[in-house]
């Protein structure tokens, strides 16, 4: 005879299915009051900063806020309790946001005005795909991370350029401009360059020399280069993985019409029906 479950590992079962059935009727309904906190927290949150609020209804704001966190706080130790490899869960990409959920409220009895921090908390929103468990988000969402990945070390070698060029500049200017226009010193020199080539410009800084004013001038045109090659190298990237993983093959072409477009399995031209050369 078959050993009957104990009542904490039919517990275990019934909760794991509530907390991570998105498929289940009890776990959509979880997953869609669970979005319902987030967002009322965030608004909480955000509401408890502005000041005419904040001095009549802090105290409800708090009490709410401390009672949503003990909800998120039970339901991370029943996120814990109810799978099989917990450490698993811990150090995922949702443990570790489920877990930076709960600490600022926590936090915020040591140090107070870290419960801000509590705003974190929209990240949790990533789980509306999971919830909503659409392939061509899912896909999509895939190939923007291999995109990512792939460019790292063409963008770390490009912020290391910047970063050797950033400190030339800012050094160039610090002897250009000198004390007297605020370039006080090589990192004040550094701090102008970075605010130009970002095209923030606070303009707490300015260069007053002819000389200062032309670098100054190249920089920014440098700036919004340095703002449209990170963009361009994870597009190329994404453009290359969308190609990898599509469906179409542009090299089968028409041998009438020269039509070039057409799906790998197809056998004759959408066109005009000729036969395709097989590759």
């Known amino acids: 005879m078959k050993n009957k479950k104990s009542q904490y590992e039919i517990f275990r079962e019934r909760i794991k299915i509530i907390l991570y059935g998105t498929n289940t009727i009890l ?39 401390w009672i949503i966190t003990i909800f998120f706080t039970i339901e991370y130790i029943l996120r814990i309790i109810s799978i099989q490899k917990p450490i698993k869960y811990v150090f995922s990409f949702y443990g570790i946001i489920d877990l930076l959920a709960v600490l600022p409220m926590y936090l915020s009895i040591f140090f107070p005005g870290a419960s801000v921090l509590s705003v974190v908390r929209a990240l949790r929103f990533f789980r509306l795909f999971k919830i909503l ?34 400190v030339i500049i800012g050094t160039i200017m610090y002897l250009v401009e000198g004390k007297e226009s605020g370039f006080t010193s090589i990192p004040m020199g550094i701090y102008w360059t970075i605010v130009t080539l970002t095209t923030v410009g606070y303009g707490d800084i300015s260069p007053q020399t002819p ?18 090659v990170p963009t361009g190298i994870v597009t190329a990237e994404f453009a290359k993985s969308s190609l990898r993983n599509s469906s179409v093959n542009t090299k089968k072409t028409c041998r009438k019409c020269q039509s070039q477009v057409h799906f790998d399995n197809a056998q004759y031209c959408y066109q005009c029906g000729t036969e395709l050369p097989n590759n």
């Open 27 to 65: 776990g959509r309904m979880f997953d869609l009051v669970l979005l319902g906190l987030i967002l009322l927290s965030v608004l909480l949150i955000m509401l408890d900063t502005v000041e005419g609020i904040s001095q009549k209804y802090h105290t409800q704001l708090l009490i709410c806020e």
């Open 133 to 166: 468990h659409i392939p061509q988000i899912s896909h999509q969402s895939t190939q923007l991370k291999d995109a990512i990945e792939a460019s790292k070390e063409k963008i770390l070698v490009f912020i290391y350029f910047v970063l050797i060029s950033t």
């Open 211 to 228: 000389l200062g004013q032309f670098i100054a001038a190249l920089v920014m045109i440098l700036g919004y280069g340095i703002i449209a």
